[in-house]
């Protein structure tokens, strides 16, 4: 299993799994979505798709991009990978 670690803002550090599958439920399905619920209750979260279709998730990116873009002062750019870094 590989793993990483991930500091916390209060300083504690917790081990990352980057090799376990994560489920999906989908929301159109009642029976995947109650087995999603379930999860959420067992594991404390859940990947729940088909929230959205295709049109909106370009539609909040472009607006996600905008945001980081202002943010920063335009020290970020989303078509210049770059200035992607956490120096700015």
């Known amino acids: 299993m590989a ?3 991930n500091q916390t803002s209060n300083g504690v550090s917790s ?5 376990t599958p994560t489920p999906r439920f ?7 979505l109650d087995a999603g619920i379930a ?3 067992e594991h404390g979260y859940a ?7 295709q049109d909106e998730i370009n539609i ?4 996600l991009w905008k945001f980081i873009e202002n ?4 020290k970020i750019r989303r078509g210049e990978p770059e200035t992607w870094s956490n120096e700015w």
Do not use: A, C, G, R
């Open 3 to 5: 793993e990483s670690s």
């Open 15 to 19: 081990p990352i799994d980057y090799t």
């Open 26 to 32: 989908s929301l159109k399905n009642d029976e995947t």
């Open 39 to 41: 999860y959420l209750n």
């Open 47 to 53: 990947v729940i798709s088909d929230v959205i279709d």
């Open 60 to 63: 909040n990116k472009n607006l």
């Open 71 to 74: 943010m920063s002062n335009n």
